[in-house]
């Protein structure tokens, strides 16, 4: 059961938008930066917005994270097939000694 | 460009131990957590625990009483050690650095993020 809870699966098609999201509490999300990772399978997870806006050097602006009260929210803009990965959320949670957390993951199709 | 590599037996017995560990190369192991994540199959992402370099660690309340995570700071590694295994203990197993992606945390845990990652290695708990 993970803290911090996403939709299951997320779909759209080759140049639309789609925004997943991340529900937490006061102690994670409503507290801390949202960190976002993309997930292909086979391969190891990339750390895609950190610090809830800020994107990694390469990764591009297509990538957006926001954050209001204790939910967060990461929206793919301009959607490619290459986009179709799991995606996960993560922050600190206060309430668990200080431990990194991840969402339950979304699952995102490119139709 | 810092890169982990986890090594570590791929088969482990059940109520055996399971032993992995991650090797630092490309960078200093000094000021960062560094991270235990494993996927079970089919299953999303856990973070089993970390260590700070200082030795300072924080684990997964699901696994407190099983896993402990240490650092060798002058063979720049750190290692995973979890008890008792049992078949739901079968994941991928990923080594991560929580870095402050060449910025600055000043000093505050919740700016670090998951920057760096191993190539991540399959451990099966067989009966």
């Known amino acids: 059961q993970s803290v911090l809870t996403q939709p299951p699966s997320a779909s759209g098609t080759p140049g639309q938008t789609v925004t997943i999201s991340c529900f937490g509490s006061?102690?994670?999300?409503?507290?801390?930066?949202v960190h976002w990772y993309q997930h292909v399978p086979g391969m190891a997870p990339k750390l895609l917005i950190y610090?809830?806006?800020q994107r990694p050097s390469g990764v591009p602006d297509r990538f957006s994270g926001a954050r209001s009260g204790t939910s967060a929210s990461l929206a793919i803009s301009g959607l490619q097939s290459e986009d179709e990965a799991r995606y996960y959320c993560?922050?600190?949670?206060?309430?668990?000694?200080?431990?990194?957390?991840f969402g339950s993951g979304t699952d995102v199709t490119v139709l | 460009q810092v890169q982990l590599h986890e090594s570590g037996p791929g088969v482990v017995k059940s109520s055996e131990t399971l032993s992995l560990t991650c090797t630092v190369s490309?960078?200093?192991?000094?000021?960062?957590?560094w991270a235990w994540v494993r996927q079970p199959p089919g299953k999303g992402l856990e973070c089993l625990g970390h260590v700070f370099s200082t030795g300072r660690t924080n684990y997964n309340p699901s696994l407190e009483s099983r896993v402990t995570i240490s650092i060798d700071m002058s063979r720049k590694r750190f290692s995973l050690r979890l008890t008792s295994v049992t078949a739901a203990d079968t994941a991928v197993y990923y080594c991560?650095?929580?870095?402050?992606?060449?910025?600055?945390?000043?000093?505050?845990?919740?700016?670090?993020?998951?920057?760096?990652w191993g190539t991540g290695t399959t451990v099966k708990v067989s009966s």
């Open positions: 490309g960078g200093p192991i000094s000021g960062n957590y």
């Open positions: 006061d102690s994670n999300v409503g507290s801390n930066p």
């Open positions: 610090r809830t806006h």
């Open positions: 993560a922050t600190w949670d206060d309430k668990l000694s200080g431990l990194y957390v």
């Open positions: 991560a650095r929580l870095g402050c992606n060449g910025e600055s945390c000043y000093d505050a845990y919740y700016y670090y993020s998951m920057d760096v």
